[in-house]
């Protein structure tokens, strides 16, 4: 089972949101509904989320990526529709069970950090904690356990505004590690950040969680975060998923030109990797140039600088599983997405 | 456009209350004014310089040193200037009125803040209490709990409440959303959002509104002092009624005194209790300070306040064990029929009134009565009286001048018989004034005398028959405007005329130390338009004669010629202001045996 289902979700604002629901999935566009007052900010969104894997829900700002969001911890209530955590609904719990759910299995990351200015870091690290009851002890040793994880070690004594943005939503990121939930709600919550610090906040996050393997639902506008940092990216638009795939799925066979106009400015290089372009080979040529099949197909630049010969794509253990042609690289990077017959049944 | 009766439902209402919801206003008034009896008790019992010396620790605690020595000095000054004891009432009704301000104001601004709905409906409610002119209360707050401490500290509470709800909903309001979602989102329960996020975040804007609470209730004294609410407020109405400027600006300065205190105190107070308070004034002391200021500003620490308050505190303990209770003891043996009972006596400030109350006052107390000497205007002391909450007044004018009182609460009163008579009510001009010496004389000569009459205060009865007879009965009334003052300004008016030799006409009574004191004529009235003289009676409550039968009795018997009340009147007129008590003990200790003579002792 997944970790998380969402199951057609509506979020409906304004008059009698209710029956505005059944209008919806009789095709009602949202300006209709707009005109009688009342707002869709999300429209029927179903989507699954494995335990271990960055979700990432991407969307331009008023596309309803951030009321989605809120749906999933019980912050907005949907309209209609219900999200399941291993298997619970937490739509059917009381206030009192879905603060408890809160408390343990869910915590939330914020784009403006959300720090509390009238806490030191470290109580604001055990803030989580101390709302569950966690005595003083126990609770302290935890939050400077997460600090310790966010890369904050000696910062306790700190106060939140005397921290660089960065190192804020460190603090932020700690608050959300310390209860030991699984799942993590982070909206939006690297793109208060300018680029470099971004940057490395979405290292340490991958690298985070190569070692503590949380389940992520991650919002952002910026289709290059997603595609670094998500396992599956959902793309929304007016309240809708437009579309729901990998990263490279996405890229290679956008779902509409919505999406395909939304991929135009990404950088092909970093995100596609050696692995998703290779063709499987059994026969490898001798002393060829290789690259992981993680690495991005950037990588491939420099062999291919030297001569024309394919390059050898290496699994996790070196050994080799394919190789990347000259031609088949520069297929992959160009706009307009290559079809070919044995990957349109693969897709998502 | 239709008269719109508000005023009067408005009347109708307050009587149907009062009519009908009298034990509940008892109760209440009951609850008030044991909590400020309390407080005034704790506050007034040390030595003056020991709880200055208490008041000046909590300041170094707070503040620092130069705060310190600065609210010492001011404490000080007010002891000084002789008003500690009401400078310590007010500050008792300054802290019960904000007290019970801030425990409803604070959850009504909670309240508000979580929902829209209360918040509609409070803006207007606020914005009326705020702007109402704070006199308003006072009539429906005597009406209902009679004069004294309890309708000054609801009027004080309603005149303070608004800012205290109003910085208490912003406060909240104001918190970032995204922190009270992130508590959500972490499972906070309501309350606890409410106690660990928004209320130590909205502190600084609440701690903000505390003070504006703090100083609107001291702005207050001053009108609750007119309902009888003791303390500086009576003070300086005392001294505004009586025009006595050296008196007024000394109250005035003590109350400027427990202003700056309260404001200096409750501002720093709020960067104490709040931790972005306490983060702001690490952030400050932490720039660094040269000695000299780093000296002043030293801070003991809370344990060190403590120790110190608690020290002071057991010594004017001490001091009061040791000190014990000398009043009781000066009741000559054999003459203590009252056995510390107390006695409510009430006046306004006319002279007769000030000289047969303070003789009482001497009298009474050597006769082990603990008499209580309150001043008012005619209207609240005679709704006092009729509710019981004031026993006995000496200056009721019978049958004209107080006759409207008489027939709203004569049945609730007690006529203790006259103690003089008759007297007059005339118009006076200074014997200067050629031409005229009767009120017949006035007619066609306003311009002379400015078109004015200088009256006396507008609820007086004589004021009522001047305008409403007299002059009509001469044809003056088109002619003069009766300015109605209070006996001081008429006086004040008078005398300053007669220095400038300049005409003047004003109302003025007979016996009167003013007649001995300057040379003047009474208009003579040929017409009887004033009618007959009066007597001046003693009046008491209902149960007058029930709960002091001695005192009636002396009371019934008593009797005073012109002659002895000029001189009592002279002898606290020379006395001054502040010291009526003081110049009756004068006059009566050189009239031996006048004292067993108005109040034997069988």
């Given at each position: 089972m997944s970790r998380l289902q969402a199951e057609h979700l509506f979020k409906v604002f304004g008059r009698r949101p209710e029956a505005a629901v059944p209008r919806l999935k009789s095709g009602a566009s949202?300006?209709?509904?707009?005109?009688?007052?009342?707002?869709?900010?999300?429209?029927?969104?179903?989507?699954?989320?494995?335990?271990?894997?960055?979700?990432?829900?991407?969307?331009?700002?008023?596309?309803?990526?951030?009321?989605?969001?809120?749906?999933?911890?019980?912050?907005?209530?949907?309209?209609?529709?219900?999200?399941?955590?291993?298997?619970?609904?937490?739509?059917?719990?009381?206030?009192?069970?879905?603060?408890?759910?809160?408390?343990?299995?869910?915590?939330?990351?914020?784009?403006?950090?959300?720090?509390?200015?009238?806490?030191?870091?470290?109580?604001?690290?055990?803030?989580?904690?101390?709302?569950?009851?966690?005595?003083?002890?126990?609770?302290?040793?935890?939050?400077?356990?997460?600090?310790?994880?966010?890369?904050?070690?000696?910062?306790?004594?700190?106060?939140?505004?005397?921290?660089?943005?960065?190192?804020?939503?460190?603090?932020?990121?700690?608050?959300?590690?310390?209860?030991?939930?699984?799942l993590l709600l982070m909206d939006e919550s690297f793109s208060a950040l300018d680029p470099l610090i971004r940057r490395d906040m979405q290292d340490q996050l991958l690298?985070?969680?190569?070692?503590?393997?949380?389940?992520?639902?991650?919002?952002?506008?910026?289709?290059?975060?997603?595609?670094?940092?998500?396992?599956?990216?959902?793309?929304?638009?007016?309240?809708?998923?437009?579309?729901?795939?990998?990263?490279?799925?996405?890229?290679?066979?956008?779902?509409?030109?919505?999406?395909?106009?939304?991929?135009?400015?990404?950088?092909?290089?970093?995100?596609?990797?050696?692995?998703s372009i290779m063709e499987r080979t059994a026969g490898v040529p001798d002393g060829a140039a290789t690259v992981s099949a993680e690495a991005p197909v950037a990588e491939l630049f420099a062999p291919f600088a030297c001569n024309g010969d394919p390059v050898v794509v290496t699994d996790e253990a070196g050994r080799p599983t394919g190789v990347v042609t000259r031609d088949r690289l520069m297929a992959a990077l160009s706009d307009r997405p290559v079809q070919r017959p044995e990957e349109v049944t693969a897709g998502a | 456009?239709?008269?719109?009766?508000?005023?009067?439902?408005?009347?109708?209402?307050?009587?149907?209350?009062?009519?009908?919801?009298?034990?509940?206003?008892?109760?209440?008034?009951?609850?008030?004014?044991?909590?400020?009896?309390?407080?005034?008790?704790?506050?007034?019992?040390?030595?003056?310089?020991?709880?200055?010396?208490?008041?000046?620790?909590?300041?170094?605690w707070l503040r620092g040193l130069l705060a310190a020595v600065l609210a010492f000095a001011g404490l000080a000054l007010i002891d000084s200037f002789g008003l500690w004891h009401e400078a310590m009432s007010t500050l008792s009704l300054v802290l019960v009125a904000?007290?019970?301000?801030?425990?409803?104001?604070?959850?009504?601004?909670?309240?508000?803040a979580r929902n829209r709905r209360v918040s509609g409906v409070l803006r207007p409610v606020l914005d009326v209490m705020q702007t109402m002119p704070a006199f308003v209360y006072l009539i429906p707050g005597v009406m209902f709990f009679s004069i004294g401490t309890v309708p000054g500290l609801i009027a004080t509470v309603v005149f303070s409440m608004p800012p205290g709800v109003r910085m208490t909903e912003l406060g909240i309001r104001q918190v970032d959303g995204e922190l009270v979602e992130a508590a959500k989102a972490f499972g906070t329960p309501p309350r606890d959002t409410l106690t660990r996020v928004q209320l130590p975040l909205a502190l600084p804007t609440i701690m903000a509104g505390v003070n504006q609470v703090i100083m609107l209730a001291l702005s207050m004294v001053v009108i609750a002092g007119m309902a009888g609410a003791g303390g500086l407020g009576e003070a300086v109405y005392a001294a505004v009624t009586q025009v006595d400027i050296g008196r007024g600006v000394e109250s005035g300065l003590a109350v400027v005194v427990l202003a700056m205190y309260l404001d200096r105190m409750t501002g720093a107070l709020s960067r104490r209790v709040s931790a972005l308070g306490r983060r702001a004034a690490a952030a400050q002391g932490a720039a660094g300070l040269s000695r000299y200021a780093s000296v002043l500003r030293y801070r003991p620490g809370t344990a060190v306040a403590t120790v110190g308050v608690v020290v002071l505190a057991l010594v004017a303990g001490g001091m009061r064990i040791a000190g014990g209770d000398g009043d009781r003891d000066t009741v000559a043996?054999?003459?203590?029929?009252?056995?510390?009972?107390?006695?409510?006596?009430?006046?306004?400030?006319?002279?007769?009134?000030?000289?047969s109350t303070y003789l009482w006052q001497n009298i009474l107390e050597d006769r082990g009565y603990k008499p209580d000497v309150k001043q008012l205007d005619p209207g609240p002391l005679y709704t006092a009286l009729a509710q019981g909450q004031m026993d006995v007044q000496f200056d009721s004018w019978l049958p004209t001048t107080h006759k409207q009182y008489m027939d709203r609460y004569g049945d609730k009163l007690t006529d203790l018989g006259s103690w003089y008579g008759p007297t007059s009510l005339?118009?006076?001009?200074?014997?200067?004034?050629?031409?005229?010496?009767?009120?017949?004389?006035?007619?066609?000569?306003?311009?002379?005398?400015?078109?004015?009459?200088?009256?006396?205060?507008?609820?007086?009865?004589?004021?009522?028959?001047?305008?409403?007879?007299?002059?009509?009965?001469?044809?003056?009334?088109?002619?003069?405007?009766?300015?109605?003052?209070?006996?001081?300004?008429?006086?004040?008016?008078?005398?300053?005329?007669?220095?400038?030799?300049?005409?003047?006409?004003?109302?003025?009574?007979?016996?009167?130390?003013?007649?001995?004191?300057?040379?003047?004529?009474?208009?003579?009235?040929?017409?009887?338009?004033?009618?007959?003289?009066?007597?001046?009676?003693?009046?008491?409550?209902?149960?007058?004669?029930?709960?002091?039968?001695?005192?009636?009795?002396?009371?019934?018997?008593?009797?005073?010629?012109?002659?002895?009340?000029?001189?009592?009147?002279?002898?606290?007129?020379k006395g001054g202001k502040g010291h009526e008590k003081e110049s009756a003990r004068r006059w009566l200790d050189a009239r031996p045996g006048l004292e067993d003579r108005i109040a034997p002792v069988r």
């Open positions: 949202r300006e209709e509904l707009r005109a009688e007052g009342t707002t869709a900010a999300v429209i029927d969104a179903s989507f699954e989320v494995e335990a271990g894997q960055i979700f990432v829900v991407m969307g331009l700002s008023g596309s309803g990526k951030s009321t989605l969001l809120r749906m999933l911890n019980g912050l907005e209530d949907p309209t209609s529709g219900r999200v399941l955590y291993d298997g619970q609904d937490l739509t059917a719990l009381s206030p009192r069970e879905l603060r408890e759910v809160r408390s343990r299995n869910i915590s939330m990351v914020f784009q403006h950090f959300a720090l509390f200015p009238h806490r030191s870091v470290l109580e604001n690290a055990g803030y989580g904690l101390e709302v569950r009851g966690v005595p003083r002890a126990e609770r302290e040793e935890r939050a400077t356990e997460a600090l310790h994880l966010a890369g904050l070690k000696g910062w306790e004594k700190s106060w939140p505004d005397e921290l660089s943005g960065g190192m804020q939503q460190r603090v932020g990121l700690a608050r959300a590690l310390a209860t030991d939930a699984d690298d985070l969680q190569k070692r503590l393997k949380k389940t992520i639902v991650f919002i952002t506008h910026d289709l290059n975060e997603a595609m670094r940092l998500g396992d599956r990216i959902a793309v929304m638009r007016d309240g809708r998923i437009v579309q729901n795939g990998t990263a490279e799925d996405i890229l290679v066979r956008p779902a509409n030109d919505y999406v395909a106009s939304f991929i135009q400015d990404v950088d092909r290089s970093r995100v596609l990797t050696a692995g | 456009m239709p008269r719109i009766h508000l005023g009067s439902w408005a009347k109708t209402a307050v009587d149907w209350l009062q009519a009908h919801l009298g034990g509940l206003f008892d109760a209440i008034s009951t609850v008030l004014s044991g909590m400020y009896d309390g407080v005034d008790a704790v506050l007034g019992a040390p030595n003056a310089l020991l709880m200055a010396g208490i008041l000046a620790v909590v300041a170094w904000s007290a019970i301000t801030l425990l409803t104001a604070v959850p009504l601004g909670i309240w508000a043996a054999g003459k203590n029929v009252g056995q510390g009972k107390s006695v409510r006596l009430g006046y306004f400030p006319w002279d007769e009134a000030i000289a005339e118009l006076t001009v200074p014997s200067y004034v050629k031409d005229v010496n009767s009120l017949a004389d006035l007619k066609g000569r306003s311009s002379e005398f400015g078109g004015r009459i200088v009256g006396i205060e507008a609820s007086a009865g004589m004021m009522g028959k001047l305008n409403d007879k007299v002059l009509k009965e001469y044809g003056l009334d088109g002619e003069y405007k009766v300015v109605s003052s209070s006996t001081a300004t008429m006086l004040a008016d008078l005398d300053r005329a007669i220095k400038k030799k300049e005409p003047v006409v004003t109302t003025l009574w007979s016996p009167h130390w003013a007649y001995g004191t300057y040379d003047l004529k009474k208009l003579k009235d040929p017409k009887g338009a004033w009618g007959e003289g009066e007597q001046i009676h003693a009046v008491g409550k209902k149960d007058f004669a029930k709960d002091f039968p001695r005192v009636a009795e002396w009371v019934k018997n008593f009797k005073m010629s012109e002659k002895d009340l000029s001189s009592l009147e002279a002898e606290i007129q």
